[in-house]
């Protein structure tokens, strides 16, 4: 069976999707914007896809509870501080420690709201009642004037995976999917992975932001995501992977 996204237990073969080869999300050069001139926060916008709610379910949906703890947090957030008498002992970093993240220092990092409530019964109004700062849409080029690019999946992968790595900001990528992309491009090098609860986002940010190390890092990572998707993921390199793909 040929899919192109496929979750990790699953043994389909995996093929491009057409959205990308058809550049339906696409990334426009004539609107990049240089990294020293993008906002230093997270950006998403979309609607609540990904699973439909009923009796007040949304509430464990990807989307719902990553936006939510990123926006409406209902539990703790964790940030990393050095201590004053930082050390490294035995090779082992022992000048930090976890600090309970004050909303004050991490509400500026992110600018992340759902466009639109779908996907539910008669908890709609609850979930609206929730997400109360709902916001227009936004052309796609409102994106590129972000460092950071928050990518989930939908009802599958996400389409706008490509032209993320094509604007020089950072995607954080969070994906239960596999595509036929995983062996060429490499987390940490062309993108940042992200766990499933999504809670280490607070202290990524803070690191690439406050940390001399990190501005230079996430500022990499951008580039090089941009560089290795003008060689690896065009349409002629589609071409010869289904080429190949067929021959086999």
Known sequence: MFSMSRPSSFQDIAVPSPYYYEGISQFDAETSVEWNNKKPQLYWRGKTTGGHSR???????????????????????????????????AGRSEGWEVQVADRSQIEGYFNTHFMEIVDCDEDCHDEQMFFDDIAEPDPASEAWKYRYLLDMDGHAYSGRFYAFMRSKSVPFKLTFFREWHE????????????????????????????????????????????????????????????FRLFLE
């Not at 766990?195 to 501005?215: M, S, T």
């Open 183 to 242: 062996d060429v491009l490499v987390p940490w090098v062309h993108y940042v992975p992200i766990n499933k609860d999504g809670n280490e986002i607070p202290e990524l940010i803070r690191f690439f932001e406050e940390d001399p190390a990190g501005q230079q890092i996430a500022r990499t990572i951008g580039e090089e995501g941009q560089s290795w998707a003008a060689r690896t993921i065009r349409n002629d390199d589609i071409d010869v992977y289904m």
């Open 55 to 89: 009796n007040g379910t949304w509430h464990n949906l990807q989307r719902q509870r990553i936006i939510g703890n990123l926006t409406h947090p209902q539990s703790p957030q964790y940030l990393m501080q050095p201590k004053n008498d930082s050390r490294c002992i």
